[in-house]
């Protein structure tokens, strides 16, 4: 029992680390079409999705906002940022950014973004 019990814990760390190389190759990836593409906020925005898979919130962070400040019609980033923002219990700013996200989506006729916003803003304020 204890040898099955020892390479359950291997197999573990063997697939911690696959992924990890797997996410690391896509950031790479999305790296080298940066350098090509200048300042894509689709890019942009995958690439901080990929940072938040390893625990780097800080170069989430930054990219969420270099999006939303050259391109503040982005929608999307305001959810991923104001979820990211949640984490680190930084909830006021949070909150701006949500309200933010929900202007911008109405202004653009987004109802969907809009409410996914507008859920996420109610369940932080509970």
């Given at each position: 029992?204890?040898?099955?019990?020892?390479?359950?814990?291997?197999?573990?760390?063997?697939?911690?680390?696959l992924k990890n190389y797997y996410t690391m190759s896509r950031i790479e990836k999305l790296l080298e079409y940066l350098k090509t593409s200048g300042k894509d906020s689709f890019l942009q925005h995958?690439?901080?999705?990929?940072?938040?898979?390893?625990?780097?919130?800080?170069?989430?962070?930054?990219?969420?906002?270099?999006?939303?400040?050259?391109?503040?019609?982005?929608?999307?980033?305001?959810?991923?940022?104001?979820?990211?923002?949640?984490?680190?219990?930084?909830?006021?700013?949070?909150?701006?950014?949500?309200?933010?996200?929900?202007?911008?989506?109405?202004?653009?006729?987004?109802?969907?973004?809009?409410?996914?916003?507008?859920?996420?803003?109610?369940?932080?304020?509970?």
């Open positions: 029992m204890q040898l099955i019990a020892k390479v359950g814990v291997v197999l573990t760390i063997y697939i911690k680390k995958a690439l901080a999705l990929e940072y938040i898979k390893v625990g780097s919130d800080e170069e989430a962070r930054k990219l969420f906002n270099e999006i939303l400040l050259r391109e503040p019609t982005y929608i999307g980033s305001y959810y991923h940022l104001g979820k990211l923002l949640e984490r680190v219990a930084d909830f006021d700013r949070a909150i701006r950014i949500y309200k933010r996200g929900m202007e911008e989506a109405k202004r653009a006729g987004d109802n969907h973004s809009y409410n996914e916003l507008q859920g996420a803003l109610e369940d932080l304020e509970e």
